[in-house]
């Protein structure tokens, strides 16, 4: 009962959370009224969607970013998860291969655009998956490898007394224990992730959330397509951290477990 009585207390601190921004925004846009307010803001959405940017609407925009984003995370998960059981399995492979890893991971997604362009070109989804998939897979590469590593010993002495095999005790005792730092760390590089696709958009794309954004700057009187864009990946980035928090549960009951 206690518990259920702070959830609505948390719901409603949630809710006046966004009253307060709203507020805030609705207050910069009266102070400065070259800046969008909330109203100009949901009116220029539904201009939008009567008249498309360069002919394409704003779903096939949101398609666009949303294609890029489920390609690059997909890959980078597969990648990430990869090298980073790889280095927390293997001591030899780590010993030879950190060092690079570690002068690489600094180095912001960002930086990589110029080379990628030439590599691959401008056209395509090419250049700027893989500008995201780097702001996606160092996270996860980083978390998998820690949640490897740090694997309670008391668990692996257990299964090696039980009889098993290298193979088995990953399968079995490793990654199970590592799932919930694995999609932390999924969680982690799809901020990056969004981060990176946005800048890939407004530099090299004809279509993208961030395409819009770029398309804001252009005319520096349209400050509600701005916001647009904004919103956009907020909500779309909510909705992936919602589904892995899902996922989450279902992997990891045990948590719901502790937290109680």
């Not at 002068?103 to 960002?110: A, D, G, K, M, T």
């Not at 909500?235 to 589904?243: E, H, R, V």
């Amino acid at each position: 009962m206690k518990d259920k009585y702070w959830k609505y207390i948390y719901g409603a601190l949630s809710i006046l959370a966004v009253c307060l921004v709203l507020g805030l925004w609705w207050a910069a846009s009266v102070w400065n009224d070259s800046l969008a307010s909330p109203i100009d803001t949901i009116e220029r959405f539904q201009r939008l969607l009567e008249h498309p940017i360069m002919g394409v609407t704003i779903w096939a925009h949101i398609w666009a970013s949303v294609r890029r984003i489920l390609v690059s995370f997909v890959l980078a998960s597969i990648v990430g998860v990869s090298l980073g059981v790889a280095f927390g399995i293997f001591p030899t492979f780590k010993r030879i291969m950190w060092p690079v890893f570690s002068i690489i991971r600094p180095i912001p997604p960002l930086a990589w655009i110029p080379i990628v362009v030439l590599w691959v070109g401008i056209m395509g989804d090419t250049s700027k998956n893989i500008i995201i998939f780097i702001g996606i897979v160092m996270a996860v590469v980083i978390n998998t490898q820690a949640g490897i590593s740090e694997t309670d010993e008391l668990l692996l002495k257990a299964g090696e007394t039980l009889g098993a095999n290298k193979w088995q005790i990953l399968k079995e005792i490793t990654l199970p224990n590592s799932i919930p730092t694995i999609l932390a760390g999924m969680k982690t590089g799809l901020s990056t992730g969004w981060m990176s696709l946005v800048a890939a958009e407004m530099i090299a794309a004809k279509e993208g959330i961030g395409f819009l954004i770029n398309q804001s700057m252009k005319n520096s009187s349209d400050t509600a397509l701005d916001f647009i864009g904004i919103i956009l990946v907020a909500l779309c980035s909510a909705l992936f951290t919602l589904i892995l928090n899902i996922a989450e549960r279902k992997l990891c009951p045990w948590l719901k477990i502790n937290a109680k």
